[in-house]
Protein backbone atom coordinates (compact mmCIF):
# COMPACT_ATOMS: atom_id res chain seq x y z
CA UNK A 1 0.00 0.00 0.00
CA UNK A 2 1.27 3.28 -0.86
CA UNK A 3 0.03 6.76 0.22
CA UNK A 4 1.51 10.47 -1.07
CA UNK A 5 0.97 13.16 1.68
CA UNK A 6 1.96 16.89 2.98
CA UNK A 7 3.82 15.67 5.66
CA UNK A 8 4.80 12.57 7.94
CA UNK A 9 5.35 13.06 11.33
CA UNK A 10 7.10 9.94 12.98
CA UNK A 11 6.39 9.64 16.58
CA UNK A 12 3.30 10.67 18.61
CA UNK A 13 5.07 12.17 21.67
CA UNK A 14 5.11 15.63 23.14
CA UNK A 15 7.30 16.88 19.79
CA UNK A 16 5.39 15.06 17.60
CA UNK A 17 1.57 16.16 19.01
CA UNK A 18 3.25 20.01 19.33
CA UNK A 19 4.26 19.48 15.91
CA UNK A 20 0.67 18.38 14.46
CA UNK A 21 -0.72 21.10 16.02
CA UNK A 22 1.05 23.36 13.44
CA UNK A 23 1.04 21.46 10.58
CA UNK A 24 -2.72 21.32 10.94
CA UNK A 25 -2.94 24.39 10.41
CA UNK A 26 -2.24 24.39 6.63
CA UNK A 27 -3.07 20.85 5.69
CA UNK A 28 -5.13 17.67 6.74
CA UNK A 29 -3.14 15.58 4.29
CA UNK A 30 -0.57 14.00 6.95
CA UNK A 31 0.18 10.89 8.56
CA UNK A 32 1.02 10.41 12.35
CA UNK A 33 3.43 7.49 12.62
CA UNK A 34 4.28 5.79 16.20
CA UNK A 35 5.74 2.40 17.58
CA UNK A 36 4.46 1.14 21.00
CA UNK A 37 2.45 2.95 23.81
CA UNK A 38 0.82 6.18 23.15
CA UNK A 39 0.53 8.61 25.94
CA UNK A 40 4.10 11.06 25.05
CA UNK A 41 7.28 9.87 27.55
CA UNK A 42 6.13 12.73 30.32
CA UNK A 43 2.45 11.59 30.97
CA UNK A 44 3.23 7.79 30.72
CA UNK A 45 6.78 7.10 32.37
CA UNK A 46 8.30 10.19 33.14
CA UNK A 47 7.69 14.02 34.83
CA UNK A 48 4.23 13.47 35.91
CA UNK A 49 4.11 9.79 37.29
CA UNK A 50 7.37 10.73 38.80
CA UNK A 51 5.93 13.69 40.50
CA UNK A 52 3.03 12.39 41.86
CA UNK A 53 5.12 9.41 43.50
CA UNK A 54 7.65 12.18 44.68
CA UNK A 55 4.66 14.15 46.68
CA UNK A 56 3.46 10.74 48.62
CA UNK A 57 6.90 9.93 49.51
CA UNK A 58 7.88 13.80 50.64
CA UNK A 59 4.43 13.58 52.42
CA UNK A 60 5.33 10.62 54.14
CA UNK A 61 8.81 11.66 55.07
CA UNK A 62 7.64 14.67 56.74
CA UNK A 63 6.64 12.81 59.75
CA UNK A 64 10.20 13.02 60.75
CA UNK A 65 10.14 16.65 61.78
CA UNK A 66 6.76 16.76 62.97
CA UNK A 67 7.58 16.28 66.88
CA UNK A 68 10.09 18.99 67.33
CA UNK A 69 7.42 21.75 66.23
CA UNK A 70 4.79 19.97 68.67
CA UNK A 71 2.77 17.53 66.65
CA UNK A 72 3.16 14.34 67.99
CA UNK A 73 1.30 11.13 66.75
CA UNK A 74 3.63 11.07 63.77
CA UNK A 75 5.27 7.86 64.35
CA UNK A 76 2.30 5.92 63.88
CA UNK A 77 2.24 6.55 60.27
CA UNK A 78 2.67 3.50 58.25
CA UNK A 79 3.09 3.39 54.13
CA UNK A 80 1.13 0.66 52.22
CA UNK A 81 3.50 0.74 48.82
CA UNK A 82 0.91 -0.93 46.88
CA UNK A 83 -1.78 1.49 47.63
CA UNK A 84 0.65 4.15 46.65
CA UNK A 85 1.98 2.39 42.84
CA UNK A 86 -2.30 2.01 42.08
CA UNK A 87 -2.76 6.00 43.00
CA UNK A 88 0.47 6.80 40.87
CA UNK A 89 -0.91 4.93 38.31
CA UNK A 90 -4.22 5.95 38.37
CA UNK A 91 -3.42 9.77 38.21
CA UNK A 92 -0.75 8.79 35.71
CA UNK A 93 -3.81 6.89 33.62
CA UNK A 94 -6.08 10.57 33.79
CA UNK A 95 -3.00 12.64 32.39
CA UNK A 96 -2.64 10.07 29.16
CA UNK A 97 -6.15 9.49 28.53
CA UNK A 98 -5.97 13.20 26.98
CA UNK A 99 -3.06 12.19 25.17
CA UNK A 100 -4.71 9.32 23.33
CA UNK A 101 -8.14 11.32 22.98
CA UNK A 102 -6.12 13.53 20.41
CA UNK A 103 -4.41 10.40 19.15
CA UNK A 104 -7.94 8.79 18.39
CA UNK A 105 -9.16 12.00 16.42
CA UNK A 106 -6.85 11.81 14.05
CA UNK A 107 -8.42 8.39 12.79
CA UNK A 108 -7.02 6.60 9.72
CA UNK A 109 -4.52 9.18 9.81
CA UNK A 110 -2.68 7.75 13.12
CA UNK A 111 -0.62 4.47 11.59
CA UNK A 112 0.68 2.00 14.14
CA UNK A 113 4.01 1.12 13.64
CA UNK A 114 7.90 1.58 13.39
CA UNK A 115 8.70 3.62 10.83
CA UNK A 116 12.29 3.03 8.33
CA UNK A 117 13.33 5.93 6.25
CA UNK A 118 13.78 3.98 1.82
CA UNK A 119 14.67 7.66 1.40
CA UNK A 120 14.58 11.53 2.80
CA UNK A 121 10.75 11.77 1.56
CA UNK A 122 10.12 7.89 1.61
CA UNK A 123 8.80 5.92 4.74
CA UNK A 124 8.82 2.32 4.85
CA UNK A 125 6.20 1.09 8.16
CA UNK A 126 5.64 -2.41 7.44
CA UNK A 127 3.58 -2.99 4.11
CA UNK A 128 2.54 0.35 3.96
CA UNK A 129 5.16 3.33 1.61
CA UNK A 130 4.39 6.94 2.55
CA UNK A 131 5.65 9.54 0.22
CA UNK A 132 5.82 12.38 1.67
CA UNK A 133 6.60 16.51 0.43
CA UNK A 134 8.39 17.24 4.27
CA UNK A 135 9.08 14.40 7.04
CA UNK A 136 9.15 15.30 11.21
CA UNK A 137 11.29 12.61 13.09
CA UNK A 138 10.01 13.03 16.45
CA UNK A 139 10.75 9.24 17.46
CA UNK A 140 11.49 10.35 21.41
CA UNK A 141 13.81 8.60 23.45
CA UNK A 142 14.24 5.48 25.41
CA UNK A 143 16.30 4.15 29.17
CA UNK A 144 19.65 3.13 28.42
CA UNK A 145 20.59 -0.16 29.97
CA UNK A 146 23.80 -1.61 28.93
CA UNK A 147 23.64 -4.71 26.87
CA UNK A 148 26.26 -5.79 29.47
CA UNK A 149 23.43 -6.44 32.20
CA UNK A 150 20.62 -8.03 29.67
CA UNK A 151 21.14 -11.39 31.58
CA UNK A 152 19.88 -9.56 34.41
CA UNK A 153 16.98 -8.15 32.73
CA UNK A 154 14.36 -9.47 35.40
CA UNK A 155 16.20 -7.96 38.04
CA UNK A 156 16.47 -4.28 35.95
CA UNK A 157 13.36 -1.64 35.94
CA UNK A 158 13.99 1.90 34.55
CA UNK A 159 10.77 4.66 33.97
CA UNK A 160 9.43 2.68 31.51
CA UNK A 161 8.49 0.20 34.38
CA UNK A 162 8.63 1.20 37.19
CA UNK A 163 5.33 2.34 37.55
CA UNK A 164 3.89 -0.70 36.14
CA UNK A 165 5.23 -2.63 39.34
CA UNK A 166 2.26 -3.67 42.10
CA UNK A 167 4.92 -3.80 44.89
CA UNK A 168 9.04 -2.28 45.36
CA UNK A 169 11.27 -4.89 46.34
CA UNK A 170 13.17 -3.96 49.95
CA UNK A 171 16.66 -3.33 48.35
CA UNK A 172 16.95 -1.28 45.25
CA UNK A 173 20.39 -0.22 43.72
CA UNK A 174 19.91 3.09 41.88
CA UNK A 175 22.82 3.53 39.19
CA UNK A 176 22.99 6.96 37.94
CA UNK A 177 22.64 9.66 39.70
CA UNK A 178 21.33 12.48 36.93
CA UNK A 179 17.81 13.69 37.37
CA UNK A 180 15.83 10.77 37.21
CA UNK A 181 18.21 8.61 39.31
CA UNK A 182 18.14 11.57 41.92
CA UNK A 183 14.82 12.50 41.80
CA UNK A 184 13.48 8.74 42.15
CA UNK A 185 16.21 7.67 44.29
CA UNK A 186 15.43 10.26 47.21
CA UNK A 187 11.49 9.20 46.86
CA UNK A 188 12.01 5.76 47.22
CA UNK A 189 14.42 6.15 50.14
CA UNK A 190 11.73 8.03 51.97
CA UNK A 191 9.07 5.35 51.07
CA UNK A 192 11.41 3.22 53.64
CA UNK A 193 13.19 1.21 50.81
CA UNK A 194 16.70 0.57 51.76
CA UNK A 195 18.33 2.49 48.10
CA UNK A 196 22.41 2.85 47.69
CA UNK A 197 23.05 5.66 44.66
CA UNK A 198 25.69 4.45 42.38
CA UNK A 199 26.98 7.38 40.04
CA UNK A 200 30.36 7.30 37.68
CA UNK A 201 31.69 10.74 37.77
CA UNK A 202 31.63 13.67 40.51
CA UNK A 203 28.92 15.39 39.60
CA UNK A 204 25.15 14.51 39.99
CA UNK A 205 21.75 15.69 38.96
CA UNK A 206 23.39 17.94 35.57
CA UNK A 207 25.35 20.18 37.83
CA UNK A 208 28.27 22.09 37.42
CA UNK A 209 29.17 23.57 40.22
CA UNK A 210 31.43 22.35 42.30
CA UNK A 211 30.09 24.12 45.43
CA UNK A 212 26.69 23.53 44.22
CA UNK A 213 27.50 20.40 43.32
CA UNK A 214 29.34 19.27 47.04
CA UNK A 215 26.09 20.38 48.94
CA UNK A 216 23.97 18.05 46.39
CA UNK A 217 25.89 14.94 47.41
CA UNK A 218 26.01 16.38 51.24
CA UNK A 219 21.74 16.87 51.22
CA UNK A 220 21.62 13.45 49.37
CA UNK A 221 23.77 11.43 51.45
CA UNK A 222 22.11 12.30 55.02
CA UNK A 223 19.31 9.95 53.47
CA UNK A 224 21.10 7.67 51.52
CA UNK A 225 24.71 5.91 50.42
CA UNK A 226 26.33 7.38 47.87
CA UNK A 227 28.83 5.78 45.70
CA UNK A 228 30.93 8.40 43.48
CA UNK A 229 33.32 7.54 40.90
CA UNK A 230 33.98 4.15 39.61
CA UNK A 231 31.32 2.21 37.18
CA UNK A 232 28.89 -0.09 38.69
CA UNK A 233 29.09 -3.68 37.93
CA UNK A 234 26.29 -6.60 38.02
CA UNK A 235 26.79 -9.82 39.60
CA UNK A 236 24.36 -12.89 39.79
CA UNK A 237 23.52 -14.26 43.61
CA UNK A 238 21.28 -16.74 44.79
CA UNK A 239 17.89 -14.63 44.84
CA UNK A 240 19.82 -11.51 45.00
CA UNK A 241 22.36 -9.35 43.06
CA UNK A 242 25.32 -8.24 43.83
CA UNK A 243 26.24 -4.45 43.00
CA UNK A 244 30.11 -3.13 42.75
CA UNK A 245 31.66 0.10 42.33
CA UNK A 246 35.45 -0.05 43.02
CA UNK A 247 35.94 -1.71 46.23
CA UNK A 248 32.68 -1.38 47.90
CA UNK A 249 29.58 -4.34 47.59
CA UNK A 250 26.50 -4.87 48.38
CA UNK A 251 23.33 -7.63 48.05
CA UNK A 252 20.16 -5.91 46.68
CA UNK A 253 17.19 -7.24 45.67
CA UNK A 254 16.75 -4.82 41.96
CA UNK A 255 18.36 -2.43 40.36
CA UNK A 256 16.92 1.01 38.76
CA UNK A 257 18.95 1.80 35.94
CA UNK A 258 18.93 5.63 35.25
CA UNK A 259 21.65 6.34 33.46
CA UNK A 260 20.05 8.53 30.82
CA UNK A 261 17.92 8.03 27.96
CA UNK A 262 18.98 7.42 24.27
CA UNK A 263 17.08 8.67 20.92
CA UNK A 264 14.96 5.92 19.65
CA UNK A 265 16.75 5.03 16.50
CA UNK A 266 15.80 1.52 16.35
CA UNK A 267 13.93 -1.08 18.56
CA UNK A 268 14.39 -1.81 22.12
CA UNK A 269 16.21 -4.46 22.68
CA UNK A 270 18.66 -6.96 20.92
CA UNK A 271 18.36 -5.09 17.90
CA UNK A 272 18.50 -6.34 14.15
CA UNK A 273 19.57 -4.29 11.35
CA UNK A 274 16.36 -4.51 9.82
CA UNK A 275 14.60 -2.70 12.58
CA UNK A 276 16.42 0.50 12.76
CA UNK A 277 15.79 3.83 11.44
CA UNK A 278 17.30 3.66 9.12
CA UNK A 279 18.58 7.21 8.89
CA UNK A 280 21.82 6.44 6.67
CA UNK A 281 19.13 6.48 4.26
CA UNK A 282 19.40 10.76 4.39
CA UNK A 283 22.27 10.69 2.60
CA UNK A 284 23.92 13.29 5.00
CA UNK A 285 26.59 12.23 7.48
CA UNK A 286 26.00 10.76 10.86
CA UNK A 287 27.45 11.64 13.89
CA UNK A 288 28.71 8.84 16.60
CA UNK A 289 25.45 8.63 17.86
CA UNK A 290 24.10 7.70 14.37
CA UNK A 291 22.05 11.35 14.32
CA UNK A 292 22.54 13.86 11.85
CA UNK A 293 23.64 17.41 11.66
CA UNK A 294 20.11 19.75 12.30
CA UNK A 295 19.97 23.34 12.47
CA UNK A 296 18.18 24.11 16.58
CA UNK A 297 16.43 27.11 15.28
CA UNK A 298 14.56 25.50 12.66
CA UNK A 299 14.85 22.14 13.41
CA UNK A 300 15.89 21.31 10.02
CA UNK A 301 18.42 18.48 9.29
CA UNK A 302 20.74 19.70 6.62
CA UNK A 303 19.15 21.13 3.65
CA UNK A 304 16.70 18.41 3.65
CA UNK A 305 12.93 18.69 3.71
CA UNK A 306 13.53 16.82 7.36
CA UNK A 307 12.85 18.16 10.25
CA UNK A 308 14.05 16.54 13.69
CA UNK A 309 12.14 17.17 17.34
CA UNK A 310 12.36 16.89 21.21
CA UNK A 311 14.48 14.31 22.77
CA UNK A 312 15.70 11.50 19.44
CA UNK A 313 17.82 14.72 18.39
CA UNK A 314 19.54 14.84 22.12
CA UNK A 315 19.74 18.48 22.38
CA UNK A 316 17.47 19.11 25.20
CA UNK A 317 15.73 16.09 26.37
CA UNK A 318 13.23 18.09 28.35
CA UNK A 319 9.39 18.76 27.97
CA UNK A 320 9.12 22.11 26.94
CA UNK A 321 11.84 22.26 24.93
CA UNK A 322 10.41 19.12 22.96
CA UNK A 323 7.19 20.89 22.73
CA UNK A 324 8.90 23.86 21.44
CA UNK A 325 11.02 22.00 19.21
CA UNK A 326 7.48 20.31 17.82
CA UNK A 327 6.17 23.70 17.11
CA UNK A 328 8.89 25.10 15.27
CA UNK A 329 9.38 21.87 13.23
CA UNK A 330 5.30 21.86 12.65
CA UNK A 331 5.38 25.23 11.17
CA UNK A 332 8.61 25.26 9.12
CA UNK A 333 7.56 21.77 7.62
CA UNK A 334 4.74 24.49 6.23
CA UNK A 335 7.29 27.15 4.57
CA UNK A 336 8.64 27.17 1.50
CA UNK A 337 11.52 28.82 3.57
CA UNK A 338 12.44 27.61 6.96
CA UNK A 339 12.50 30.33 9.73
CA UNK A 340 14.84 30.88 12.34
CA UNK A 341 13.60 30.88 16.04
CA UNK A 342 14.81 32.25 19.38
CA UNK A 343 15.07 29.19 21.67
CA UNK A 344 13.97 30.26 25.08
CA UNK A 345 16.85 30.44 28.05
CA UNK A 346 17.49 27.06 28.99
CA UNK A 347 15.54 25.73 32.31
CA UNK A 348 16.52 22.62 34.08
CA UNK A 349 14.63 21.29 37.18
CA UNK A 350 15.33 18.32 39.40
CA UNK A 351 12.39 17.62 41.45
CA UNK A 352 14.23 16.92 44.34
CA UNK A 353 13.99 18.02 48.50
CA UNK A 354 15.61 20.55 48.12
CA UNK A 355 14.91 21.14 44.25
CA UNK A 356 18.29 21.04 42.02
CA UNK A 357 18.36 23.69 39.15
CA UNK A 358 20.65 24.81 36.79
CA UNK A 359 19.36 27.95 34.71
CA UNK A 360 21.33 29.72 31.70
CA UNK A 361 24.68 29.28 31.34
CA UNK A 362 26.48 26.75 33.39
CA UNK A 363 29.63 27.05 35.48
CA UNK A 364 30.77 24.94 33.24
CA UNK A 365 30.05 26.30 29.94
CA UNK A 366 31.14 30.01 31.25
CA UNK A 367 35.03 28.82 31.96
CA UNK A 368 36.80 31.22 30.33
CA UNK A 369 34.60 33.86 30.20
CA UNK A 370 34.31 37.10 32.86
CA UNK A 371 31.99 36.73 34.92
CA UNK A 372 31.36 37.20 38.44
CA UNK A 373 29.31 35.13 41.07
CA UNK A 374 26.85 36.02 43.85
CA UNK A 375 25.76 33.17 46.59
CA UNK A 376 23.66 32.73 49.34
CA UNK A 377 23.42 29.62 51.51
CA UNK A 378 19.91 29.09 52.77
CA UNK A 379 21.06 27.60 56.20
CA UNK A 380 20.09 30.97 58.24
CA UNK A 381 17.79 32.25 55.50
CA UNK A 382 14.60 33.27 57.64
CA UNK A 383 11.77 31.27 55.61
CA UNK A 384 13.72 28.52 55.09
CA UNK A 385 14.59 27.99 58.54
CA UNK A 386 10.57 28.45 59.60
CA UNK A 387 9.76 25.96 57.00
CA UNK A 388 12.88 23.46 58.14
CA UNK A 389 14.15 23.16 54.83
CA UNK A 390 17.02 25.37 55.45
CA UNK A 391 19.59 23.83 53.65
CA UNK A 392 21.12 24.33 50.38
CA UNK A 393 23.05 26.93 48.23
CA UNK A 394 22.13 29.72 45.21
CA UNK A 395 25.05 30.88 43.09
CA UNK A 396 23.93 33.51 40.20
CA UNK A 397 26.93 34.48 37.58
CA UNK A 398 27.01 37.83 35.92
CA UNK A 399 29.26 39.38 33.50
CA UNK A 400 32.06 40.80 35.03
CA UNK A 401 32.00 44.02 33.11
CA UNK A 402 28.27 45.17 32.36
CA UNK A 403 26.35 42.91 35.39
CA UNK A 404 24.08 41.45 32.72
CA UNK A 405 23.11 38.09 34.23
CA UNK A 406 24.03 34.94 32.32
CA UNK A 407 22.99 31.69 34.21
CA UNK A 408 23.06 30.43 38.00
CA UNK A 409 22.88 26.56 39.86
CA UNK A 410 21.07 26.04 42.85
CA UNK A 411 19.85 23.55 45.31
CA UNK A 412 17.67 25.37 47.18
CA UNK A 413 14.24 25.43 49.25
CA UNK A 414 11.74 26.38 46.23
CA UNK A 415 14.14 25.94 43.98
CA UNK A 416 11.57 25.29 40.97
CA UNK A 417 10.34 28.82 41.79
CA UNK A 418 13.49 30.44 42.18
CA UNK A 419 14.84 29.12 38.92
CA UNK A 420 11.59 30.36 36.63
CA UNK A 421 12.30 33.90 38.16
CA UNK A 422 16.02 33.75 37.13
CA UNK A 423 15.35 32.29 33.89
CA UNK A 424 13.07 35.55 33.22
CA UNK A 425 15.31 37.86 34.15
CA UNK A 426 18.40 36.09 32.31
CA UNK A 427 16.07 36.19 29.23
CA UNK A 428 15.00 39.57 29.60
CA UNK A 429 18.78 40.61 29.79
CA UNK A 430 18.78 42.11 32.65
CA UNK A 431 21.60 43.11 35.02
CA UNK A 432 22.09 42.25 38.78
CA UNK A 433 20.88 46.29 39.65
CA UNK A 434 17.87 45.97 37.43
CA UNK A 435 16.81 42.84 38.76
CA UNK A 436 17.36 44.40 42.42
CA UNK A 437 15.22 46.82 41.93
CA UNK A 438 12.01 44.37 41.55
CA UNK A 439 9.84 43.78 44.35
CA UNK A 440 10.91 41.27 47.13
CA UNK A 441 8.05 40.22 49.68
CA UNK A 442 9.14 39.52 53.59
CA UNK A 443 9.69 36.64 54.97
CA UNK A 444 10.04 35.02 51.11
CA UNK A 445 12.45 32.22 49.70
CA UNK A 446 13.36 34.85 47.09
CA UNK A 447 14.71 36.93 49.80
CA UNK A 448 18.08 34.65 48.84
CA UNK A 449 17.91 35.30 45.49
CA UNK A 450 18.09 39.23 46.36
CA UNK A 451 21.31 38.31 48.62
CA UNK A 452 22.97 36.58 45.77
CA UNK A 453 22.37 39.89 43.44
CA UNK A 454 23.63 42.37 46.01
CA UNK A 455 27.07 40.33 46.02
CA UNK A 456 27.10 40.29 42.69
CA UNK A 457 26.25 44.08 42.83
CA UNK A 458 29.10 44.59 44.44
CA UNK A 459 30.92 42.72 42.13
CA UNK A 460 30.28 43.86 38.68
CA UNK A 461 29.81 47.82 39.73
CA UNK A 462 32.30 49.78 38.42
CA UNK A 463 32.49 52.31 41.44
CA UNK A 464 30.42 52.15 44.43
CA UNK A 465 27.10 49.21 44.38
CA UNK A 466 24.19 51.01 43.25
CA UNK A 467 20.90 52.48 45.63
CA UNK A 468 18.53 49.50 44.34
CA UNK A 469 15.58 52.01 44.58
CA UNK A 470 15.32 53.83 41.00
CA UNK A 471 14.97 57.90 41.09
CA UNK A 472 12.33 59.43 38.90
CA UNK A 473 14.77 60.94 36.00
CA UNK A 474 16.62 57.02 35.63
CA UNK A 475 19.59 58.00 36.93
CA UNK A 476 21.70 55.90 39.27
CA UNK A 477 22.75 56.85 42.94
CA UNK A 478 25.37 55.28 44.45
CA UNK A 479 25.38 53.12 47.88
CA UNK A 480 27.62 51.44 50.20
CA UNK A 481 24.41 49.52 51.27
Same mark, same amino acid.
Given at each position: ???????????????? =?????? @??????????? /????????????????????????? &?? $????????????? !? &???????????????????????????????????????????????????? +???????????? #?????? @????????????????????????????????????? %?????????????? %??? $?????????????? +??????????????????????????????????? *??????? @??????????? #???????? $?????????????????????????????????????????????? $???????????? /??????????????????????? /????????? !? *?? *????????? @??????????????????????????????????????????????? !?????????????? *?????????????? %???????????????????? =???????????
Amino acid at each position: MTRKVDVAIVGAGTAG =LSALSE @VRKATENFVLI /NDGAYGTTCARVGCMPSKALIQVAN &DY $HRRHSLDKIGVHG !A &DALSINIPKVLEYVRSLRDSFVAGVIKRVEEVGEKSIPGYAQFVEPTVLKID +NTTIHAKRVILA #AGSTPF @VPEAWFDFYHRIFTTDTLFELRDLPAKIGVIGMGVVG %TELGQALRRLGIDI %TGV $HRGEFIAGLTDPKV +NKEAINALSEEMPLWMGPEAELKQATNELVIVSGK *QMKRITM @VLASMGRRPVL #ARVGRIEK $HKALQLENLGVELDDRGLPKFDPTTMQVDDLPVFIAGDVNAERPIL $HEAADEGRIAGF /NAMQEQPRCFVRRTPLHIVFSDP /NIAVVGKSF !A *QL *QGRDFSTGE @VSFVDQGRSRIMKKNKGLLRIYADTKSGELLGAEMIAPGGEHLAHLL !AWAIQQKLTALEAL *QMPFYHPVIEEGVR %TALRELGKKTAKSRPPFELA =LCDESVVDSLY
